[in-house]
């Protein structure tokens, strides 16, 4: 079992991004020898703020090296949310420049001479989506998490030319455990989009493992909004440490190509 870390060291460093461009990483360890899994964290559509910084510390605190790229470092030094609404208005975050930017993150990861060897990723939001197209694009992630990620079934009125391919046309290419974690009442994925997401994952005989959750919609991990439920938040992160534990853990791998389901998760006693 991966241990949990009172000491941690939390900065930021420069890494080397999309087309070698210097970009601010937000960087969170454990205080320990190691080896420690690694794990990459696509922040949200609202940006490089303080809860993505707050989740890379907590993923530290149970024993991983977690680094969360600043995608939106290109638009300047505004606010996350001003930098966001510029990113909404050109369409999107560019997918060849994320692909980039999470690349270089896992290099970055790779280098370190406490990793052992194993680099999961993790998306919230747009993160989410960003998650499942670069589990499908990227070679050396061994786990990934898509957290609500909306828009990974988008329809062709919705492609841009930032992001002219929907991510679930890649599935085919999904080189890792996929788990899920969504919320019944969630407009962007909708329930239906989710289906259809699982529905491309059984045919392609991915091995995946999502979670629905009643009376929860997007983004109920967030401790500091009002979307925020708090028995669907504490089940859903001990279903991303239990799958961690187990893909990235040394000496403990996938455990065959074996399709998954969705589940109805228990968190009803939230409101």
């Known amino acids: ?89 050109a369409g999107g975050m560019p997918d060849d420049r994320t692909l980039g930017d999470v690349e270089g993150s896992i290099s970055f990861l790779r280098s370190l001479p406490y990793l052992n060897g194993k680099v999961g990723v993790i998306g919230f939001c747009s993160g989410g989506r960003q998650t499942f197209l670069v589990a499908c694009r990227l070679a050396g992630i061994d786990a990934a998490v898509d957290c609500w990620g909306g828009g990974v079934t988008a329809p062709a009125q919705e492609l841009t030319p930032r992001q002219p391919v929907a991510p679930i046309d890649y599935t085919a290419d999904l080189s890792c455990p996929l788990l899920g974690l969504f919320g019944e009442e969630d407009p962007r994925p909708t329930p239906a989009d989710v289906a259809a997401t699982e529905a491309e994952l059984k045919r392609h005989g991915k091995t995946y493992e999502f979670h629905m959750y009643p009376n929860a919609g997007h983004g ?10 708090q028995l669907a938040a504490v089940d859903g992160w001990q279903k991303v440490f239990a799958f961690y534990e187990k893909h990235l853990s040394t000496g403990r791998g996938v455990d065959g190509a074996r399709t998954g389901r969705t589940r109805r998760a228990v968190a009803a006693g939230d409101s």
């Open 220 to 229: 109920f991990f967030a401790v500091d909004r009002p979307s925020y439920r």
């Open 1 to 89: 079992m991966i241990m949990k870390y009172e000491g941690l060291l939390a900065e930021t460093v420069v890494i080397r991004g999309h087309n070698g461009d210097q970009i601010d990483a937000y960087l969170a360890r454990p205080l320990g020898p190691g080896p420690h899994p690694g794990v990459v964290l696509i922040h949200h559509m609202p940006g490089w703020d303080e809860a993505s910084k707050e989740m890379a510390r907590k993923l530290a605190y149970h024993g991983y090296a977690a680094i969360s790229p600043n995608l939106h470092f290109r638009e300047g030094k505004a606010t996350p949310q001003e930098n966001s609404a510029s990113i909404r208005e």
